[in-house]
């Protein structure tokens, strides 16, 4: 089965930067997703990692360590709008790469 | 182009009465999932359909049922509604639904009373 682990809530201030990250525990998955969801709207594709390292996009990064059981998200420069929530999701690779999420982080900027 | 949809945005029930969700993926997706989300979680799938055949369910009640149609279009159907049912259902669509992005409609809010 799948357990995933993020923290329930951060704040960080305008400008700077922030790591989010996610643990999980889990018997085999293909790739690991970030999607932001600001309140009672739906998940947003941020990034995609299937193998170990850094993926970059702009201000956001998204690392993996599959020795480690790890990942996190990396926000730069940040910016009022990027108060929201941040969910971490596994493709479970034994049910036909269906999404297995955390609970999500809910990211509070302050100025 | 138009990014996935669904219908209605807000609906109002009361138990034991039977809903309907719809959702249009995006133009040349042939998969849909569908998920639910209480508020503070993350998203629980509840189905997956690629070119009309059920491709995976998670652990929900007989209750609820869903299908896809020739054009890729889905509805998902929940039977005789529980106060607990009351959440963000969203729909995803992707290109063949196995390994690729999902993406994720605006979400229909249920509630019932």
């Known amino acids: 089965g799948q357990n995933i682990d993020q923290p329930t809530e951060m704040t960080a201030t305008e400008g700077a930067i922030v790591q989010i990250n996610c643990t999980y525990q889990?018997?085999?998955?293909?790739?690991l997703f970030w999607y932001q969801q600001h309140a009672g709207e739906a998940p947003t594709f941020l990034s995609y990692n299937v193998l170990d390292g850094l993926e970059e996009k702009g201000r956001f990064s998204s690392f993996l360590s599959r020795s480690k059981g790890y990942s996190y998200l990396l926000l730069k420069e940040l910016q009022m709008k990027d108060s929201a929530s941040y969910l971490c999701a596994l493709q479970d690779r034994d049910s036909n790469y269906q999404l297995i999420w955390g609970a999500g982080t809910k990211l509070i900027i302050k100025p | 182009d138009a990014g996935v949809t669904q219908s209605p945005t807000h609906l109002i029930k009361t138990r034991g009465q039977h809903v309907t969700l719809r959702c249009s993926p995006i133009s040349g997706h042939k998969s849909v999932s569908w998920y639910q989300q209480v508020l503070g979680q993350g998203p629980q799938f509840i189905f997956q359909?690629?070119?009309?055949?059920?491709?995976g369910r998670g652990n929900f009640p007989d209750r609820f049922s869903a299908r896809q149609f020739p054009n890729y279009s889905s509805e998902l159907n929940v039977n005789a509604l529980l106060l607990g049912d009351s959440a963000l259902y969203l729909c995803?669509?992707?290109?063949?639904?196995?390994?690729?992005?999902?993406?994720f409609g605006p979400g229909t809010r249920l509630l019932v009373l």
């Open positions: 359909y690629y070119e009309k055949e059920e491709r």
């Open positions: 995803a669509s992707s290109l063949a639904g196995s390994d690729e992005t999902q993406y």
């Open positions: 889990t018997s085999g998955f293909n790739g």
